[in-house]
């Protein structure tokens, strides 16, 4: 049974940091492509950052851009996001994703949730 667990959400001021962690189990981690999402209230999920298949490169959504950082740990099945700078419109639900294939801007693209995790960021 996969599961994926996310954890590091919080409250925070506008510019200030936080480090989620996403802890696999049930899959080949490294064999799998890893990104994050996020939802705010009232909106759709909305893509923040993944990796590419041959994990080479990685996308992230301009609104986040310089600000967030994604990596990963395959020796201990565990993805990261390193949020910096935080904005009162970061606020949502962050989501850990995972595909076998590829994760593009499309949730439909993800195989694999988390429960997801808060983050709450105050001005």
């Known amino acids: 049974q996969v599961q994926l667990v996310e954890s590091g959400g919080g409250l925070v001021q506008a510019g200030g940091s936080l480090r989620l962690s996403c802890a696999a189990s049930?899959?080949?981690?490294?064999?799998?492509?890893m990104g994050w999402f996020r939802q705010a209230p009232g909106k759709e999920r909305e893509f923040v950052a993944a990796?590419?298949?041959?994990?080479?490169?990685?996308q992230y959504s301009d609104s986040v851009k310089g600000r967030f950082t994604i990596s990963r740990d395959n020796a201990k099945n565990t993805q990261y996001l390193q949020l910096n700078g935080l904005k009162p419109e970061d606020t949502a639900v962050y989501y850990c994703?995972?595909?076998?294939?590829?994760?593009?801007?499309?949730?439909?693209?993800?195989?694999?949730w988390g429960q997801g995790t808060q983050v709450t960021v105050s001005s």
């Open positions: 994703a995972a595909s076998a294939l590829v994760i593009t801007s499309r949730p439909d693209s993800v195989l694999y």
């Open positions: 049930g899959l080949t981690f490294s064999r799998y492509v």
């Open positions: 990796f590419s298949r041959s994990g080479s490169s990685i």
